[in-house]
């Protein structure tokens, strides 16, 4: 006795996938990091800001890898009813997420996040500063063969939480330096269908006037309109 035919069979699979582009591969893909203002930089070819587009180009191109986020429904069971029990969402979590950048000899990487850092405290009297001064947004995006951005999403609230150690070995006569950075942040949201979900960020902008018009705090469909203004695109053919 038999179930049936299968759905369909490996090669129409296959055949499927082509007919519609293909496979999406993980070493196609591009990252928009946006700071907070006031991170200034130095070794870069002027004292700027990393909020300039040409320093966000550059330390976005540098990142050698990084994950999509992750999110997990919170549950708990339920015991109101009678047989087997079931789970019911309590609410919701998200994990950090990690990556890896690529240093320059004048290790401009390693500095850029460490004056982000900086922003979240007070050097002189170790005092820690406001959430809305440390937080910026992680853009992280799928590309097709044609480069074109086929899925997207957007760490909202984000800041480095931690810049890993990096080892120093006379042997390693042939390799470069890594940097491994944790990005901490509040929630992400997928940039084509939650565009409008949820704005806390704007909110807090609106209410403190220190903030002011932020280029990290703009809607989503504001900062996409700036990702298709880019005058020169991030090649990950350059990687």
């Not at 006795?1 to 299968?6: A, D, E, N, R």
Request: net charge negative; charged share 25%; proline share 6%.
């Amino acid at each position: 006795m038999t179930l049936g035919k299968s759905f369909a069979s490996l090669g129409n699979l296959v055949s499927q996938y082509q007919s519609q582009g293909g496979f999406a591969k993980p070493s196609r893909y591009e990252i928009i990091i946006t700071p907070p203002p006031g991170v200034l930089l130095a070794g870069f070819d002027t004292s700027s800001t990393a909020n300039d587009p040409d320093i966000i180009r550059r330390t976005s191109l540098a990142c050698e890898s990084i994950s999509f986020p992750g999110r997990n429904i919170d549950t708990s069971p339920d015991t109101n009813i009678y047989g087997p029990v079931r789970e019911i969402a309590t609410g919701f979590s998200y994990a950090e997420v990690s990556a890896t950048f690529r240093c320059s000899s004048d290790m401009r990487e390693k500095r850029y996040f460490e004056a982000w850092q900086r922003l979240s405290y007070d050097n002189i009297t170790w005092s820690m500063q406001y959430y809305e001064n440390y937080i910026g947004a992680v853009q992280i995006f799928q590309l097709d063969e044609e480069d074109n951005i086929m899925y997207g999403v957007e760490l909202v609230e984000a800041f480095p939480k931690n810049i890993g150690a990096q080892t120093l070995d006379y042997s390693a006569t042939d390799q470069i330096h890594k940097l491994p950075v944790t990005f901490s942040y509040r929630w992400w949201k997928n940039i084509e269908d939650e565009p409008k979900v949820n704005e806390p960020v704007e909110e807090v902008s609106t209410s403190t006037t220190s903030r002011g018009n932020r280029p990290d705090i703009e809607s989503a469909s504001d900062r996409a309109q700036f990702i298709n203004s880019r005058s020169t695109r991030i090649n990950p053919a350059d990687r």
